[in-house]
């Protein structure tokens, strides 16, 4: 009596490291950064080019906004690796800015 065996195909021994391969990718292009985490070099090089340009005029501006892409994007960076939400200051109660760029409450 022939008895006819049956037998799973077997997976390749390296079916495993590709899924584990391409888990790990997809799990990387999750973390990423978005594009808005990369505003602190932008914004740091409009403001310190804006402040260079008033206080020292042309070439002022252009060496402002070196130092401001630079540190902008330091302070960026060091914000996203430890994921620091930069938040502006704010005040407790509602005012206004005076002349003077003075914060008064109205009561």
Same mark, same amino acid.
């Given at each position: 009596?022939?008895?006819?065996?049956?037998?799973?195909?077997?997976?390749?021994?390296?079916?495993?490291?590709?899924?584990?391969?391409?888990?790990?990718?997809?799990?990387?292009?999750?973390?990423?950064?978005?594009?808005?985490?990369?505003?602190?070099?932008?914004?740091?090089?409009?403001?310190?080019?804006?402040?260079?340009?008033?206080?020292?005029?042309?070439?002022?501006?252009?060496?402002?906004?070196?130092?401001?892409?630079?540190?902008?994007?330091?302070?960026?960076?060091?914000?996203?690796?430890?994921?620091?939400? #930069? #938040?502006?200051?704010?005040?407790?109660?509602?005012?206004?800015?005076?002349?003077? #760029?003075?914060?008064?409450?109205?009561?």
């Amino acid at each position: 009596m022939n008895k006819a065996r049956l037998t799973a195909a077997a997976l390749p021994a390296s079916v495993p490291f590709r899924l584990l391969f391409a888990a790990s990718l997809l799990l990387a292009l999750v973390a990423l950064p978005r594009p808005g985490h990369t505003q602190g070099i932008v914004r740091g090089a409009q403001e310190g080019a804006y402040e260079g340009n008033r206080v020292a005029g042309p070439v002022g501006g252009v060496v402002g906004g070196a130092v401001g892409a630079g540190v902008g994007g330091a302070v960026g960076a060091v914000e996203g690796v430890f994921g620091i939400p #930069h #938040h502006g200051w704010r005040h407790r109660c509602r005012g206004y800015y005076d002349g003077y #760029h003075h914060f008064h409450c109205y009561r």
